[in-house]
Protein backbone atom coordinates (compact mmCIF):
# COMPACT_ATOMS: atom_id res chain seq x y z
CA UNK A 1 0.00 0.00 0.00
CA UNK A 2 0.87 3.21 -0.82
CA UNK A 3 1.40 5.66 2.11
CA UNK A 4 -0.48 8.32 2.95
CA UNK A 5 0.58 11.61 5.12
CA UNK A 6 -1.04 10.01 7.91
CA UNK A 7 0.79 6.83 8.09
CA UNK A 8 3.73 7.92 9.15
CA UNK A 9 4.05 7.99 12.66
CA UNK A 10 7.69 9.51 13.31
CA UNK A 11 7.13 12.42 15.46
CA UNK A 12 7.43 15.84 15.18
CA UNK A 13 9.67 18.65 16.53
CA UNK A 14 8.41 21.61 19.02
CA UNK A 15 7.82 24.60 16.77
CA UNK A 16 6.40 26.58 19.12
CA UNK A 17 8.73 29.38 18.19
CA UNK A 18 7.71 29.63 14.85
CA UNK A 19 5.14 32.17 13.51
CA UNK A 20 2.21 31.16 11.58
CA UNK A 21 3.69 33.00 8.48
CA UNK A 22 6.93 30.70 8.75
CA UNK A 23 7.96 29.81 5.11
CA UNK A 24 7.57 26.27 4.62
CA UNK A 25 9.65 24.99 1.39
CA UNK A 26 11.92 22.98 -0.88
CA UNK A 27 15.04 23.99 -3.10
CA UNK A 28 16.24 22.83 -5.97
CA UNK A 29 18.63 23.78 -8.61
CA UNK A 30 18.47 23.84 -12.88
CA UNK A 31 21.32 22.05 -13.93
CA UNK A 32 20.74 19.68 -11.19
CA UNK A 33 16.81 18.54 -12.13
CA UNK A 34 16.25 19.75 -15.89
CA UNK A 35 17.74 17.78 -18.28
CA UNK A 36 17.34 19.18 -21.89
CA UNK A 37 20.86 20.58 -21.95
CA UNK A 38 20.30 21.01 -25.77
CA UNK A 39 16.90 21.87 -26.55
CA UNK A 40 15.33 25.03 -27.57
CA UNK A 41 18.61 27.04 -28.13
CA UNK A 42 20.35 26.44 -24.62
CA UNK A 43 23.88 26.93 -24.47
CA UNK A 44 26.29 24.77 -23.16
CA UNK A 45 27.46 25.58 -19.30
CA UNK A 46 31.06 24.85 -18.00
CA UNK A 47 29.39 21.45 -16.14
CA UNK A 48 28.47 20.08 -19.45
CA UNK A 49 32.08 20.66 -20.50
CA UNK A 50 33.28 19.41 -17.48
CA UNK A 51 31.44 16.48 -17.27
CA UNK A 52 32.50 15.79 -21.13
CA UNK A 53 35.58 14.39 -19.14
CA UNK A 54 34.44 11.52 -17.39
CA UNK A 55 36.61 10.98 -14.67
CA UNK A 56 35.34 14.60 -13.39
CA UNK A 57 31.76 13.06 -12.27
CA UNK A 58 31.40 10.11 -10.37
CA UNK A 59 30.54 6.80 -12.69
CA UNK A 60 30.91 8.87 -15.43
CA UNK A 61 27.49 10.51 -14.76
CA UNK A 62 26.24 14.20 -17.04
CA UNK A 63 23.62 16.41 -16.30
CA UNK A 64 21.12 14.41 -18.93
CA UNK A 65 18.62 14.11 -18.78
CA UNK A 66 18.71 14.48 -15.06
CA UNK A 67 15.03 14.32 -13.74
CA UNK A 68 13.52 15.62 -17.21
CA UNK A 69 12.25 18.29 -14.93
CA UNK A 70 11.79 20.75 -18.33
CA UNK A 71 9.53 18.43 -19.50
CA UNK A 72 7.84 17.13 -16.22
CA UNK A 73 7.29 20.61 -14.46
CA UNK A 74 3.58 20.28 -14.41
CA UNK A 75 3.88 16.91 -12.57
CA UNK A 76 6.43 18.02 -9.88
CA UNK A 77 4.27 21.17 -9.12
CA UNK A 78 1.16 18.33 -8.54
CA UNK A 79 3.76 16.33 -6.18
CA UNK A 80 4.89 19.81 -4.39
CA UNK A 81 1.13 20.48 -3.64
CA UNK A 82 0.92 16.94 -1.87
CA UNK A 83 4.15 17.61 0.07
CA UNK A 84 1.97 20.97 0.77
CA UNK A 85 4.90 23.63 0.22
CA UNK A 86 4.11 27.33 0.36
CA UNK A 87 7.27 27.57 -1.40
CA UNK A 88 9.94 26.56 -4.13
CA UNK A 89 13.22 27.80 -4.73
CA UNK A 90 14.91 27.10 -8.30
CA UNK A 91 17.19 28.71 -10.13
CA UNK A 92 17.24 29.50 -13.64
CA UNK A 93 19.74 28.55 -16.11
CA UNK A 94 21.84 31.12 -17.42
CA UNK A 95 22.76 29.33 -21.03
CA UNK A 96 19.39 29.10 -21.23
CA UNK A 97 18.46 32.79 -21.55
CA UNK A 98 21.90 33.68 -23.00
CA UNK A 99 23.61 30.64 -24.89
CA UNK A 100 26.72 32.67 -25.00
CA UNK A 101 26.08 34.02 -21.95
CA UNK A 102 25.52 37.25 -23.09
CA UNK A 103 23.93 39.12 -26.39
CA UNK A 104 21.27 37.29 -28.03
CA UNK A 105 18.62 36.72 -25.42
CA UNK A 106 17.01 32.98 -26.40
CA UNK A 107 12.91 33.51 -26.25
CA UNK A 108 12.12 30.10 -25.65
CA UNK A 109 14.08 30.15 -22.16
CA UNK A 110 12.71 33.36 -20.67
CA UNK A 111 9.38 31.36 -22.23
CA UNK A 112 10.26 28.22 -20.19
CA UNK A 113 10.55 29.89 -17.10
CA UNK A 114 7.40 31.97 -17.18
CA UNK A 115 5.52 28.70 -17.95
CA UNK A 116 7.05 27.28 -15.18
CA UNK A 117 6.62 30.19 -12.48
CA UNK A 118 2.56 30.75 -13.71
CA UNK A 119 2.08 27.12 -12.90
CA UNK A 120 3.62 27.57 -9.93
CA UNK A 121 1.76 30.68 -8.59
CA UNK A 122 -1.38 28.71 -10.44
CA UNK A 123 -0.73 26.12 -7.47
CA UNK A 124 -0.39 28.43 -4.73
CA UNK A 125 3.55 28.15 -4.16
CA UNK A 126 5.80 30.91 -3.78
CA UNK A 127 8.51 31.19 -6.59
CA UNK A 128 11.61 31.76 -4.63
CA UNK A 129 14.34 32.02 -7.82
CA UNK A 130 18.23 31.89 -7.62
CA UNK A 131 20.19 33.99 -10.55
CA UNK A 132 23.36 32.19 -10.39
CA UNK A 133 23.43 28.28 -9.61
CA UNK A 134 26.97 27.74 -10.63
CA UNK A 135 25.84 26.86 -14.30
CA UNK A 136 28.05 29.43 -15.80
CA UNK A 137 27.89 29.90 -19.57
CA UNK A 138 31.01 27.82 -21.63
CA UNK A 139 30.96 30.94 -23.59
CA UNK A 140 31.51 33.32 -20.67
CA UNK A 141 34.45 30.94 -19.59
CA UNK A 142 36.01 30.49 -22.87
CA UNK A 143 35.95 34.79 -23.45
CA UNK A 144 36.65 35.41 -19.71
CA UNK A 145 37.90 32.44 -17.91
CA UNK A 146 34.42 33.17 -15.85
CA UNK A 147 34.07 35.11 -12.48
CA UNK A 148 38.45 35.08 -12.49
CA UNK A 149 37.61 38.19 -14.73
CA UNK A 150 36.39 41.32 -12.79
CA UNK A 151 34.11 42.22 -16.19
CA UNK A 152 31.79 39.31 -15.03
CA UNK A 153 30.72 41.47 -12.31
CA UNK A 154 28.85 43.86 -14.60
CA UNK A 155 28.06 40.47 -17.09
CA UNK A 156 25.88 39.41 -14.64
CA UNK A 157 23.97 42.29 -13.46
CA UNK A 158 22.96 42.75 -17.02
CA UNK A 159 21.82 38.69 -17.27
CA UNK A 160 19.77 39.53 -13.53
CA UNK A 161 18.50 42.51 -15.46
CA UNK A 162 16.98 40.51 -18.23
CA UNK A 163 15.95 38.32 -16.03
CA UNK A 164 13.98 40.20 -13.83
CA UNK A 165 12.87 42.48 -16.62
CA UNK A 166 11.40 39.46 -17.87
CA UNK A 167 9.85 37.70 -14.73
CA UNK A 168 9.16 40.49 -12.27
CA UNK A 169 5.43 40.56 -12.39
CA UNK A 170 5.46 37.09 -11.42
CA UNK A 171 8.44 36.60 -8.83
CA UNK A 172 9.04 38.93 -6.10
CA UNK A 173 11.62 36.76 -4.06
CA UNK A 174 15.20 36.93 -5.75
CA UNK A 175 18.53 35.20 -4.88
CA UNK A 176 21.05 36.74 -6.76
CA UNK A 177 24.13 33.84 -6.02
CA UNK A 178 24.11 30.21 -4.45
CA UNK A 179 26.80 29.53 -2.38
CA UNK A 180 29.77 31.83 -3.76
CA UNK A 181 32.20 30.42 -1.37
CA UNK A 182 31.41 26.49 -3.49
CA UNK A 183 31.58 28.05 -6.78
CA UNK A 184 34.87 29.81 -5.80
CA UNK A 185 36.68 27.26 -3.89
CA UNK A 186 35.34 24.18 -5.34
CA UNK A 187 35.16 25.41 -8.80
CA UNK A 188 38.81 27.13 -8.77
CA UNK A 189 41.03 26.04 -5.71
CA UNK A 190 40.45 22.37 -5.62
CA UNK A 191 39.06 21.87 -9.07
CA UNK A 192 36.60 19.14 -7.67
CA UNK A 193 33.67 21.36 -9.49
CA UNK A 194 33.70 22.90 -12.91
CA UNK A 195 35.64 24.37 -14.58
CA UNK A 196 38.13 22.21 -12.74
CA UNK A 197 40.67 25.43 -12.00
CA UNK A 198 43.58 25.15 -9.42
CA UNK A 199 44.36 28.41 -8.02
CA UNK A 200 44.71 30.35 -4.12
CA UNK A 201 44.40 33.82 -5.72
CA UNK A 202 41.97 32.50 -8.59
CA UNK A 203 40.05 31.62 -5.44
CA UNK A 204 40.10 34.86 -3.89
CA UNK A 205 39.37 36.74 -7.53
CA UNK A 206 36.59 34.56 -7.90
CA UNK A 207 35.42 35.46 -4.54
CA UNK A 208 35.20 38.63 -4.68
CA UNK A 209 33.74 39.17 -8.30
CA UNK A 210 30.56 37.34 -7.70
CA UNK A 211 30.36 39.04 -4.52
CA UNK A 212 30.59 42.44 -6.64
CA UNK A 213 28.21 40.66 -8.79
CA UNK A 214 25.69 40.50 -6.07
CA UNK A 215 25.35 44.05 -4.97
CA UNK A 216 25.71 45.42 -9.01
CA UNK A 217 22.56 42.66 -9.84
CA UNK A 218 20.76 43.90 -6.54
CA UNK A 219 20.96 47.76 -7.79
CA UNK A 220 19.65 46.38 -11.13
CA UNK A 221 16.68 44.45 -9.31
CA UNK A 222 15.98 47.71 -6.86
CA UNK A 223 15.63 50.11 -9.90
CA UNK A 224 13.55 47.70 -11.82
CA UNK A 225 11.19 45.97 -9.13
CA UNK A 226 11.26 48.28 -5.88
CA UNK A 227 8.89 45.75 -3.84
CA UNK A 228 10.99 42.77 -4.75
CA UNK A 229 12.62 41.11 -1.61
CA UNK A 230 16.12 40.49 -2.65
CA UNK A 231 18.78 38.15 -1.09
CA UNK A 232 22.09 36.21 -1.50
CA UNK A 233 22.37 32.44 -0.08
CA UNK A 234 25.55 31.43 1.45
CA UNK A 235 26.90 28.35 2.88
CA UNK A 236 27.73 28.56 6.53
CA UNK A 237 29.85 25.56 8.20
CA UNK A 238 30.77 25.64 11.57
CA UNK A 239 34.92 24.69 11.68
CA UNK A 240 35.68 23.51 15.13
CA UNK A 241 39.63 22.73 15.98
CA UNK A 242 40.78 18.96 15.97
CA UNK A 243 42.10 19.07 18.93
CA UNK A 244 42.57 20.89 22.02
CA UNK A 245 46.44 22.32 20.87
CA UNK A 246 46.50 26.20 20.37
CA UNK A 247 48.28 25.66 16.67
CA UNK A 248 44.36 24.15 16.01
CA UNK A 249 42.67 26.32 17.65
CA UNK A 250 44.41 28.97 15.74
CA UNK A 251 43.72 26.60 12.90
CA UNK A 252 39.89 26.96 13.12
CA UNK A 253 40.14 30.61 13.34
CA UNK A 254 42.29 30.94 10.18
CA UNK A 255 39.24 28.64 8.47
CA UNK A 256 36.45 29.92 9.46
CA UNK A 257 37.72 33.45 7.91
CA UNK A 258 38.69 31.66 4.93
CA UNK A 259 34.97 29.98 4.37
CA UNK A 260 32.61 31.86 6.48
CA UNK A 261 33.80 35.01 7.04
CA UNK A 262 34.92 35.60 3.88
CA UNK A 263 31.79 36.69 2.42
CA UNK A 264 29.54 37.43 5.81
CA UNK A 265 32.09 40.06 6.35
CA UNK A 266 31.87 42.20 3.23
CA UNK A 267 28.01 41.86 2.88
CA UNK A 268 26.97 42.27 6.66
CA UNK A 269 29.56 44.80 7.39
CA UNK A 270 31.11 46.04 4.77
CA UNK A 271 35.13 45.02 5.10
CA UNK A 272 36.92 41.67 4.49
CA UNK A 273 38.57 39.94 7.61
CA UNK A 274 41.43 41.88 8.52
CA UNK A 275 43.82 38.97 9.30
CA UNK A 276 42.48 36.91 6.08
CA UNK A 277 43.80 40.13 3.84
CA UNK A 278 47.12 40.23 5.93
CA UNK A 279 48.21 36.68 5.86
CA UNK A 280 46.73 36.05 2.01
CA UNK A 281 48.17 39.51 0.41
CA UNK A 282 50.31 37.77 -1.89
CA UNK A 283 46.99 36.25 -3.78
CA UNK A 284 44.29 39.11 -2.73
CA UNK A 285 42.49 40.58 -5.97
CA UNK A 286 42.07 44.70 -6.37
CA UNK A 287 39.41 45.50 -3.79
CA UNK A 288 38.32 49.51 -3.90
CA UNK A 289 36.34 51.32 -1.27
CA UNK A 290 33.82 51.37 -3.88
CA UNK A 291 33.16 47.73 -4.27
CA UNK A 292 32.32 47.37 -0.66
CA UNK A 293 30.21 49.96 -0.91
CA UNK A 294 28.56 48.40 -3.61
CA UNK A 295 28.50 44.59 -1.86
CA UNK A 296 27.95 46.48 1.31
CA UNK A 297 24.04 46.77 0.72
CA UNK A 298 20.98 46.38 2.61
CA UNK A 299 19.91 42.66 2.35
CA UNK A 300 15.56 42.07 2.64
CA UNK A 301 16.97 38.38 3.60
CA UNK A 302 20.03 36.40 4.40
CA UNK A 303 19.82 32.62 2.23
CA UNK A 304 21.59 29.95 4.70
CA UNK A 305 22.55 26.75 3.25
CA UNK A 306 23.73 24.53 6.58
CA UNK A 307 24.29 20.56 6.27
CA UNK A 308 27.12 19.65 8.95
CA UNK A 309 30.33 20.74 10.43
CA UNK A 310 34.14 20.56 10.13
CA UNK A 311 37.25 20.25 11.79
CA UNK A 312 40.79 22.36 11.27
CA UNK A 313 43.85 21.16 12.10
CA UNK A 314 47.31 22.82 11.94
CA UNK A 315 49.50 21.61 8.86
CA UNK A 316 52.85 23.48 8.73
CA UNK A 317 53.64 21.70 5.16
CA UNK A 318 50.66 23.33 3.59
CA UNK A 319 51.93 26.45 1.25
CA UNK A 320 50.05 29.38 2.63
CA UNK A 321 46.83 28.33 4.55
CA UNK A 322 48.74 26.00 7.25
CA UNK A 323 45.55 24.44 7.77
CA UNK A 324 43.78 21.16 6.64
CA UNK A 325 40.18 21.70 6.96
CA UNK A 326 37.93 17.93 6.94
CA UNK A 327 34.56 16.50 7.99
CA UNK A 328 35.54 13.71 10.51
CA UNK A 329 34.37 10.56 8.48
CA UNK A 330 36.92 8.38 6.69
CA UNK A 331 34.96 8.02 3.84
CA UNK A 332 31.79 9.15 1.93
CA UNK A 333 29.22 6.69 3.58
CA UNK A 334 26.79 6.42 6.12
CA UNK A 335 28.14 5.45 9.24
CA UNK A 336 28.05 5.47 13.08
CA UNK A 337 31.78 6.06 14.57
CA UNK A 338 31.79 6.63 18.38
CA UNK A 339 28.51 7.45 18.35
CA UNK A 340 28.29 10.33 15.85
CA UNK A 341 26.12 9.64 13.19
CA UNK A 342 27.24 10.77 9.29
CA UNK A 343 25.38 11.02 6.27
CA UNK A 344 26.08 9.21 3.01
CA UNK A 345 27.82 12.30 2.17
CA UNK A 346 30.37 11.46 4.70
CA UNK A 347 29.04 14.43 6.78
CA UNK A 348 28.62 14.50 10.20
CA UNK A 349 24.49 14.91 11.90
CA UNK A 350 25.58 17.32 14.14
CA UNK A 351 21.88 19.31 14.87
CA UNK A 352 23.42 21.99 16.75
CA UNK A 353 25.54 23.43 14.35
CA UNK A 354 22.32 25.25 12.86
CA UNK A 355 21.39 26.93 16.03
CA UNK A 356 25.26 27.69 16.57
CA UNK A 357 25.41 29.60 12.93
CA UNK A 358 22.05 31.63 13.97
CA UNK A 359 23.42 32.10 16.84
CA UNK A 360 26.69 33.72 15.73
CA UNK A 361 24.41 35.74 12.81
CA UNK A 362 22.27 37.00 16.01
CA UNK A 363 25.33 38.13 18.04
CA UNK A 364 28.00 39.07 15.87
CA UNK A 365 26.12 40.46 12.48
CA UNK A 366 23.04 42.43 13.61
CA UNK A 367 20.34 39.82 13.67
CA UNK A 368 19.62 40.45 9.70
CA UNK A 369 16.30 38.19 8.20
CA UNK A 370 17.51 34.64 7.73
CA UNK A 371 15.36 32.28 5.73
CA UNK A 372 17.53 28.34 5.45
CA UNK A 373 17.79 27.75 1.95
CA UNK A 374 19.07 24.51 2.57
CA UNK A 375 19.02 21.73 4.57
CA UNK A 376 19.00 17.98 4.14
CA UNK A 377 20.92 14.85 3.73
CA UNK A 378 21.93 12.29 1.73
CA UNK A 379 21.11 8.71 2.60
CA UNK A 380 20.65 5.14 0.76
CA UNK A 381 17.45 5.29 -0.20
CA UNK A 382 15.26 1.98 -1.73
CA UNK A 383 11.96 1.77 -3.09
CA UNK A 384 10.42 -0.89 -1.80
CA UNK A 385 7.02 -2.07 -2.75
CA UNK A 386 6.13 1.53 -3.73
CA UNK A 387 7.49 3.07 -0.64
CA UNK A 388 10.78 4.46 0.45
CA UNK A 389 11.03 4.22 4.06
CA UNK A 390 13.97 6.99 5.35
CA UNK A 391 13.77 6.92 9.06
CA UNK A 392 17.24 8.38 9.02
CA UNK A 393 16.44 11.20 6.57
CA UNK A 394 13.11 12.20 8.85
CA UNK A 395 15.03 12.04 12.14
CA UNK A 396 18.03 14.56 10.66
CA UNK A 397 15.33 17.33 9.47
CA UNK A 398 13.27 17.03 13.00
CA UNK A 399 16.29 17.50 14.62
CA UNK A 400 17.73 20.28 13.05
CA UNK A 401 14.03 22.29 12.14
CA UNK A 402 14.26 21.48 16.20
CA UNK A 403 17.44 23.57 16.37
CA UNK A 404 15.78 26.43 14.04
CA UNK A 405 12.90 26.70 16.39
CA UNK A 406 15.28 26.59 19.61
CA UNK A 407 17.15 29.68 17.01
CA UNK A 408 13.91 31.33 17.05
CA UNK A 409 13.00 31.32 20.62
CA UNK A 410 16.65 32.48 21.21
CA UNK A 411 15.62 36.00 19.27
CA UNK A 412 16.97 35.05 15.73
CA UNK A 413 14.97 36.36 12.74
CA UNK A 414 14.36 33.07 11.31
CA UNK A 415 11.32 33.20 8.66
CA UNK A 416 11.51 30.51 6.65
CA UNK A 417 13.02 26.49 5.77
CA UNK A 418 13.64 25.01 2.40
CA UNK A 419 14.54 21.31 2.40
CA UNK A 420 17.46 20.14 0.21
CA UNK A 421 16.05 18.94 -2.18
CA UNK A 422 12.59 18.28 -3.93
CA UNK A 423 13.96 15.60 -5.59
CA UNK A 424 16.87 13.44 -5.75
CA UNK A 425 18.84 14.97 -8.90
CA UNK A 426 22.14 15.32 -10.43
CA UNK A 427 24.11 15.86 -7.28
CA UNK A 428 27.40 17.53 -8.94
CA UNK A 429 30.75 15.81 -9.13
CA UNK A 430 28.92 12.63 -7.35
CA UNK A 431 26.85 12.07 -10.06
CA UNK A 432 23.72 10.09 -9.59
CA UNK A 433 24.89 8.42 -6.26
CA UNK A 434 23.49 10.52 -3.58
CA UNK A 435 19.75 10.67 -3.00
CA UNK A 436 19.06 13.98 -0.77
CA UNK A 437 15.37 14.20 -2.06
CA UNK A 438 11.81 14.33 -0.33
CA UNK A 439 10.96 12.48 -3.56
CA UNK A 440 12.67 9.20 -5.39
CA UNK A 441 13.14 10.04 -8.80
CA UNK A 442 14.20 6.34 -10.66
CA UNK A 443 16.07 8.20 -13.50
CA UNK A 444 15.50 4.82 -16.42
CA UNK A 445 12.04 5.45 -15.95
CA UNK A 446 11.56 9.10 -14.42
CA UNK A 447 9.01 7.64 -12.06
CA UNK A 448 8.75 9.57 -8.87
CA UNK A 449 7.82 8.56 -5.65
CA UNK A 450 6.66 10.07 -2.49
CA UNK A 451 9.71 9.34 0.38
CA UNK A 452 8.45 8.71 4.17
CA UNK A 453 10.37 11.65 5.04
CA UNK A 454 8.01 13.62 1.97
CA UNK A 455 4.73 12.90 3.79
CA UNK A 456 6.28 13.44 7.07
CA UNK A 457 7.00 16.72 6.00
CA UNK A 458 3.81 17.36 4.35
CA UNK A 459 2.28 16.31 7.70
CA UNK A 460 4.24 18.76 9.54
CA UNK A 461 3.73 21.93 7.36
CA UNK A 462 0.22 21.06 8.10
CA UNK A 463 0.13 20.81 11.57
CA UNK A 464 2.18 24.04 12.33
CA UNK A 465 -0.55 25.86 10.20
CA UNK A 466 -3.43 24.80 11.84
Not at 6 to 14: K, L, M, N, R
Not at 39 to 55: A, H, N, P, V
Not at 71 to 91: E, G, K, T, V
Not at 403 to 422: D, K, M, P
Request: proline content about 5%; aromatic content about 12%.
Amino acid sequence: MTPTAFSITAGFPDLDALPKDFIWGAATSALQIEGATGLDGRGRSIWDTFSDRRSNIRAGDRPEPACEHYHRYPQDIRLMQQLNLQAYRLSIAWPRIFPKGRGRINQAGLDYYKRLTDRLLNAGIRPFVTLFHWDLPQSLYDSHRGFLHRDMAAIFADYAETVVRALGDRVTDWITMNEPFEHAALGHLTGHHAPGHHSLSGYFKVMHHQLLGHGLALQRIRALQPDARVGITLSQTPIQPASDRQRDQWAAGFANQLINRITLHPLLKGEYPEELQRRMRWFWPEVTAADLDCIHQPLDFLGINHYSCEFASYRWYIPFLRCWISGAAVAEQEAEIDGRRYTAMGWEVRPEGMAEVLRMLRQEYGNPEVIITENGAAFEDHVINGRVSDPKRIDYLRDYITEVNRARAEGSHVTGYFVWSLMDNFEWAAGYQKRFGLIHVDYASQRRTIKDSGYWYARLIAEHKR
